[in-house]
């Protein structure tokens, strides 16, 4: 006889039997106000997610890091083999190459901008050179040009009319008292066109004047050194001229690649020894203990987020699954905990179809709104589907 036909029949028989042994009052107080049922099939109680875990070689255990029950994070490390050590200074090591070769390429990559610099110095010690040169050629003449003379001329001459306009002036005011605010005036505008006219006039000689031997030697002294600045520059920029022999550029990428390839290298050597969580939840079933040898593709232990639970069911036929939709409130009772009915809904219906028992299946998923404490993955759970 069909099992779903059997899980109807029973259920109903016992529907009937408490109905008639408990009175009106008990009834009242322990029925759920739900819809009639329409379906009910038999399911297991689930995490929402689950992994297995194990190590992708082979290997001897040495450090079991978590215990069932403890909550973990993704990347959390969970068991390590043996040899992890060696394989973090590994993968030092091959960091550190890394890191020179990336420094031996960029000094090579960086001599193109030296030498763009190079011509840029040579370009300013030709012209610091040529300045010290025409000054030092010109050593004979007086210490201003033309120009300077003539200018400086011109500003004597308005002193001296200044001073005279000035001097008019002071002595029109005579008579005035010396604490007359005028008169103090303009003894102190006559003071300090005195006083800008000798340093013009001392400027002045100093412009007519040729350079005297001390001068001469401290031209000569900076036409030297621009000289050898200008030749240190030239030096520079001819080596510069050669610019990056391509069969260096081409060995020093070649080692950057290589170390690159030794880092991720041993990267995963690392990864290997390490196995580390791949989601975020509760450690289940831990099976494994330090020192026990173990091969790749081992479960060792399990993840299960079990901050929702989820009843599959695989029990519905073709002609079952059209009654069904997404959303639909359904009520679960675990046969551990038959006193308890949990509220769910529907929240998947499989488009693809297996064959279980000799009968057409389609998987479906619940998700329970309602949970309780002593609720355990495996669970067996009737599922009844209400309209």
Known sequence: MNKKFLLILVLGIAALSLAACNSTQDVQANATPTSA???IVEGKLLPVKALDESFSVSGRVDKVLVQDGQQVQTGDVLVQLENTAAAQLALAQAQQDELEAQQA???I???TAASAQAELALTQAQSAYNTALANYNNR???QGTTDMIAATRARLTLLDNQIGDLEDTYKAQGELSDSDPKKAQTLQALSQARIDRDNIKKLLDYYQQNPDALDVQTLKAKLDLAKADLEDAKRVF?????GIDPNQLAAAQARLKTAQAAVVNAQASLNALQLTAGMSGTVIDTNVIPG????????LLSLADTSIWIVETDNLTETDVVNIKEG???EVILDALPNVALKGRVTHIN???EEVRGDVTYTVTITLTETDPRMRWGMTASVRFLQ
Not at 238 to 242: D, F, K, L, V
Not at 292 to 299: E, L, M, P, Y
């Open 37 to 39: 049922a329409t379906l």
């Open 105 to 107: 390429l960029d000094e």
């Open 109 to 111: 990559q960086s001599s």
């Open 140 to 142: 004979n003449n007086t």
């Open 238 to 242: 001819e080596r510069m001229q050669n």
């Open 292 to 299: 026990q040898q173990v091969t790749a593709g081992q479960t």
């Open 328 to 330: 639909q409130n359904v």
């Open 351 to 353: 488009n693809r179809f």
